[in-house]
């Protein structure tokens, strides 16, 4: 089918659909605003602050109500980008039940699907046009929002420390994971709505496997890029690396056996006793430093894109072999 047959289908996908698709393009713009504004803010707020001779590490007189009032605007920001880490959480899951119930399903079920495929749509040609609109808006949506999220939630200010990045709610609002989340879901929430005909079960179905995903990601995370393991004898002063993401820890034999950190209890009388009883001669941490971020990221947005395509391919054969 040429491009210029595609515009038809395609042109009908944004006319059923275009208030959901205004509002998706309009929250990653109002989300930006308030990120923006919020942090712009925030700067000069600290900077004002600054500028009082006040501290909030030290006591200094006369300043209590001045540290207060910082501190209240500060926290307003922490909630601005915990509501956005949070928005970003559940939009692929919106995203994939838009596909799956009111994009495919509504209309397998409703029969009006024979309506496009009469006026020289093939089933092909309609899937692609399903899939094609939401993805360019997905896709451009959740760019600007991961972009204006990644900007706020890793810009410092004045020293004071913003939410890490290997804390789940930002992980998943930052760099290239949610538009790999976005995208598979789109294609999973397509598939859903192919194989069950039904618009209510597809949309449930959609939100049952977002978060399966999400679970095994969870899960799996830490595997997707070599961890790396700093050995010290109990007692030492061992510091944790700066913003390194904790992939595991517990005691190393003198065979070097791992065994796990309850082994042998810092607090009980006995602990020199365990140690030697068992042959312990150090402890173990493995970690991703902060370094591990982008290699971590983009593993994790290529099992989703791949899971994406598979999802998309399934779907074409499902309609192939229902429908020709």
């Not at 989300?31 to 700067?43: A, H």
């Not at 209510?200 to 049952?208: E, H, L, N, Q, Y």
């Not at 995903?213 to 061992?238: C, M, Q």
Request: with cysteine; net charge positive; aromatic share 10%.
């Amino acid at each position: 089918m040429s491009a210029i047959a595609l515009r038809g289908p395609a042109r009908v996908v944004i006319r059923q659909h275009r208030w959901p698709l205004r509002i998706a393009v309009l929250v990653p713009v109002l989300v930006f605003v308030v990120l923006v504004g919020t942090r712009l803010w925030t700067d000069h707020v600290t900077d004002a602050f600054a500028g009082t001779g006040c501290s909030v590490v030290h006591t200094t007189p006369g300043c209590t109500d001045t540290v207060n009032a910082y501190l209240d605007r500060r926290l307003w920001t922490t909630d601005a980008l915990n509501w956005s880490s949070l928005l970003m959480m559940v939009l692929p899951a919106f995203v994939g039940i838009f596909v799956a119930g009111p994009v495919i399903a509504r209309e397998l079920e409703s029969g009006t699907y024979r309506l496009a495929w009469s006026q020289s749509v093939t089933p092909a040609g309609w899937l692609a046009a399903k899939l094609a609109v939401p993805a360019v808006v997905a896709l451009a949506s959740v760019s600007v929002l991961s972009a204006v999220s990644t900007w706020a939630q890793t810009r410092d200010n004045a020293g004071h420390q913003l939410p890490v990045w290997q804390e789940r709610e930002v992980y998943r609002s930052i760099g290239t994971v949610p538009v790999g989340y976005a995208l598979c879901m789109l294609a999973l929430g397509a598939l859903a709505g192919l194989l069950l005909r039904r618009t209510v079960t597809a949309m449930i179905v959609t939100v049952a496997g977002y978060g399966a995903l999400v679970l095994a990601l969870n899960k799996a995370r830490i595997h997707l890029w070599p961890v790396l393991t700093d050995t010290f004898e109990p007692g030492s002063k061992y510091r944790f690396p700066s913003e390194a993401f904790d992939a595991g820890r517990g005691w190393l034999t003198a065979a070097g056996e791992r065994l796990p950190p309850d082994a042998c209890l810092d607090w009980n009388s006995d602990f020199k006793q365990c140690l030697a009883d068992k042959g312990i001669t150090h402890r173990y941490i493995d970690y991703h430093p902060a370094s591990h971020f982008w290699p971590l990221q983009l593993v994790e947005t290529g099992i989703l894109l791949a899971l994406a395509a598979l999802a998309v391919a399934l779907a074409f054969r499902v309609l192939r072999r229902r429908h020709g």
